[in-house]
């Protein structure tokens, strides 16, 4: 295995609650911070929340309050909280590394991207 495995995705009612998770190789993990990016049809990949090695964590204003991320180090695993769901949060979901701060995701890798997994919110 040497891309992501992203997984918890599913079909929700908006106000509804997914737990996304996300087991990287070592060489993708290891002393990297992770993200989790996003896109939806017919629009731009963005990053959607990114934390250190260290469990410092950032999430993009539009999800703020909504949304958590964290990391089992042990494991290899990143894991998406994400709560009070929107119609607008619908997109595949991706995580990989996230050397920079960048909610436009212009400056993400451009290796080691899984196949993601679908998140939709029906209204």
């Known amino acids: 295995q040497v891309q992501p495995v992203e997984s918890g995705g599913g079909l929700v009612q908006a106000g509804g609650s997914l737990r996304l998770s996300c087991v990287a190789s070592?060489?993708?993990?290891?002393?990297?911070?992770m993200g989790w990016y996003r896109q939806a049809p017919g629009k731009q990949r963005e990053l959607v929340a990114r934390?250190?090695?260290?469990?410092?964590?950032n999430v993009r204003d539009s999800v703020k309050g909504r949304f958590a991320i964290s990391r089992d180090n042990a494991k290899n695993t990143v894991y998406l909280q994400m709560d009070s769901l929107k119609p607008e949060d619908t997109a595949v979901y991706y995580c990989n590394r996230a050397l920079y701060l960048d909610w436009s995701a212009t400056l993400s890798p451009s290796d080691y991207w899984g196949q993601g997994t679908q998140v939709t919110v029906s209204s």
């Open positions: 934390i250190t090695s260290g469990g410092s964590t």
């Open positions: 070592g060489n993708i993990f290891r002393f990297n911070p």
